[in-house]
DNA sequence: CATGAATGAGACTTCATTCAT
DNA sequence: AATGAATGAAGTCTCATTCAT
C-alpha cells in the first residue's frame, strides 16, 4: 500500500477527477432523473470546476451514454456467467436460475444507481440515450436468450413452439420482479429491499419454473 | 323556464378544447417524455394558441398529473372488472385470467399514449409528476391484490405465506409483459404488437400459474 | 323605499357597474399597486366579466387616469374651501389652517383607498397614470398657494422672498404628515391612524407656522 | 505566502461587471419604476449578456432588495454623523441640523437615481421590495429620532410629550421637502434643483424650528 | 349590455456550453 | 488540466385586450 496517500505525483491516477464526475453524475441521474440534473450540480458534487466537465467529456448526452454503455458491459457479465456447461435435474435447473438471478440481484444491489438509470429514469433522457438504454435491455435479452437455448438443447427445458415469446415474457419478469424489489413501489432509489437477494432469486426461479400454483 | 336546458346545437359538448390539448399532451409525452415536449408543440398539435393553454390547465406539471390520474381511474376501473363472484376449477381460472388480461391488454392497447407515459416515460418528469405515477402502478396492484385474495377465499388459490411478494411478482410479471408487448424491445410508441391482445394474454395466464414448465 | 330593488327597469342606475368596477380597482391599486393589479382580479371584485370592463372603460391605463382626475377635483374641492374671506389674529390663523387640516385629514381618511394611491403607489404606474398624479399635486399645491397669497394680502403672513419655496415646503410637510398619519411607517393600507384628525391637524398646523421651537 | 495577495494588476476590482449592472438597473428603476423596467433592457444598458444578469443575481426581486439595502446603509451613515456631542445655543442648533441637512441634501443629489427608488418609484414594485424600502425610512426615522432625543437630553429642545409625534412631522417634512427639491412637481428624474443644498437646507431648518412665521 | 374563451406579445428565468486566462 | 465568468437560445408562464355569441 506504500505510496498511495502521496497524490501530487501519481501515476496511474488518471481519471481520478472523471471517476468523480462519474459517479456523482450516476448518483444525480439515477434520484433526479436526466434533465432534472444539471451540469453544476453534478460538478459542484464531484468538487470541480464547470469547465473541467467538458475537458472529460464532450457533453451531458454523451456521458449519459457512456454510463449507460459501460453499465451494460457489467450487466451482461453476470448474465454470461450464468450459462450451462452440462445437463441435469429440473431441481438442478432451479437452483441454476435462481444462483444467477442471486448473482444478478446481487450486483443490482450494488449498481442501485445505474440500474435506477437504466430501469426507471433512462427513459426521460434525449433520443441517443434512450436508445442507449434501450439496447442495454436487448442485450440483456439476448443473454438469457442463449442459456435458455441452452437449457433446451441440453434437453432440460421443452422445445416451445415460440421461444422468443417465453424469453420475452421471462425477462419481463425477471426486470419486472428487480425493479419492484430494488426500489419498491415508489421507486424511491433510497428504498431498502425486504428480501435478500438470494430470497427474491429463489421466489422468482420457482415462479419462473412453475407459475403461482407451483 | 322552458327552453333553458338547450344548448344551441350540441349535447355534452364540454371542453372540446381541453380535450385536444390532453390528446395532444399526451401524445407528445407518450413519444418524447416529458421534458422533451414543449408547451409550444403542444398548443401547435391541438391547433391552439399558447394562452389558451393556460385557460384551461394551471401549467405544464398540474396537467401531466390530471392526465396521470385520469388515466388512474380508467385503468383501475378495467381490473376490477375482473372481481370473481363464484369458485370454480382451475381451468376456469386460468381463462378467468385470460380474459381479465385480455381486457387489461386491450385497454392499454387503445390507450397507447396514456400507457406509454405510465410505463416508461413518466418517470423522466418532475417529481409530483413521478408521484402521480408512482401511485398509478401501488393502485394497480392493489386493484390484482384484491382479486388474488378473492381467489384465495374461494379456495382456488393456496395461501401463500406471503400473499404481497406474490402479488408483487405477479404485477411485475404482468406490467413487464404489458411493456414489451406494447412498445417492443425498443421502448418505440409506434411498435405494432406481433400477438393479439387474447393470444399474449392467454401466454401470460398460463406462465402465471403454471411457470416456464407449464 | 319603494321600487328600490326591482332592478330590471331601473332609471338613473345607470353606472352602477362602473361604480363597483372603479371601487374595486382603486381598492386594489391602493392595495397592491397599478402593476400587480390585474384586470382579472379588478372584474371578479366587482362581479362582472372580464369583457365588462371594455365596455365601460378603454383599457386599464385610462381607468386609472379617469380615478385620479376624479380624486384631484375632489381633493382640491376641499382645499379650496379655506380660502380666507377676512384678516384676523395669528391665532385665528392657526386655528383657520388647523380647520382646512382638519377638512382634508377628514376626507383623506374617508378616501384612504384614493389617497393611497396618490400619495403612495401611483407612482409605479405607466407614465401616462404618473402624470395625472403629478397633476393632483400640482393643482394641490396650486390651491394651497392661493391661500398663502390670501393670508399675505390679508396682512396675515409677512412678505415672503419667495412664495414659491415656503409653499413649497408647507405642502411638503402636509403631505407627508398625511402620507404617515394616514399609512403609518410601513404604508400599510390597513394601518389604523393613531390621532384623530383634528389632532394630527393642530399638531400640523402649530409646527407650520411656529417650528418645533412653537 | 509572500505573493499570495499579488492578484494580476488590479487593486480592488471586484466584480466590476456587477457595478455596471446594478448602476444600470437602479438608473432604470429611477426612471421607469420597477415594472416598466425589463432584465433585457437592464443588460442592454450594461452591455452584458442576459445570462449575466443571473449569475450576478439571483433575479430581478433580490437584486432590487439588495440595491435597496445598500442605499440604506450609505443614507443612515450620513444621518449618522450628525450626532450632537455638546449643547449649544438655538442658532447653533439650527446651524447643526442645516448641516446635517446639508449633508444629507447632498447625498441625495449625488445618488439621484437611488433616492428616485427609495422616495418614489419604490412603491410600485413587488410586496418584499416595497418592504425593503419601507424599512429604509424606518431606520431614516430612527436615525433622526435619536438626533432629536440627544438634543432633549443636552436642554436644547423642549421635552416634547410625544416626541415620536414630533419626529414623525419632522420627518415628514425633510422627505417631503428634498422630493421635491430633487424631482420638481412632475417627479422628474432629470429636473435639476433649483436651490443649492445648502439653500435649501437652511430654509428647511429655519422651518423646522420657527415654522413659516419664523 | 354582457359574457368568457381565446389570443399573442413579451416577461423572467434556466442551463448546456464556450473560452480567455 | 483546470477554472469560472460569460453567453444566448429557448422554455414556461402572464395578462391586457379582443370578439363571436
Request: proline share 0%; no cysteine; net charge positive.
Given at each position: 500500500m506504500k505510496g498511495v496517500l502521496i497524490l501530487p505525483s501519481q501515476t496511474n491516477e488518471e481519471p481520478q477527477r472523471e471517476q468523480e464526475l462519474r459517479q456523482a453524475a450516476l448518483e444525480l441521474f439515477a434520484r433526479k432523473g436526466y434533465h432534472n440534473t444539471k451540469i453544476s450540480e453534478v460538478v459542484k458534487a464531484a468538487g470541480v470546476s464547470q469547465g473541467t466537465f467538458y475537458w472529460y467529456f464532450d457533453g451531458k448526452e454523451q456521458m449519459a451514454i457512456r454510463l449507460v454503455e459501460n453499465g451494460r458491459d457489467r450487466l451482461v457479465e453476470v448474465i454470461e456467467q450464468?450459462?450451462?456447461?452440462h445437463a441435469g435435474s429440473v431441481d438442478d435447473m432451479v437452483n441454476s436460475s435462481a444462483n444467477l438471478l442471486t448473482n444478478l440481484f446481487e450486483f443490482a444491489n450494488e449498481n442501485r444507481n445505474l440500474m435506477a438509470f437504466l430501469l426507471?429514469?433512462?427513459?426521460?433522457?434525449d433520443p441517443k440515450v434512450r436508445s442507449a438504454v434501450s439496447e442495454v435491455w436487448i442485450a440483456f435479452e439476448e443473454a438469457f436468450k442463449k442459456n435458455v437455448l441452452r437449457a433446451i438443447e441440453l434437453g432440460m427445458l421443452p422445445q416451445f413452439t415460440d421461444v422468443s415469446l417465453r424469453v420475452n415474457i421471462l425477462v419481463s419478469l425477471i426486470t419486472g420482479v428487480l425493479t419492484k424489489w430494488l426500489f419498491g413501489p415508489l421507486h424511491d432509489v433510497d428504498y431498502e429491499p425486504v428480501y435478500t437477494a438470494a430470497q427474491i432469486a429463489e421466489e422468482t426461479a420457482r415462479f419462473e419454473f412453475r407459475g403461482l400454483l407451483g
Open positions: 450464468g450459462y450451462r456447461k426507471i429514469k433512462g427513459q426521460g433522457a
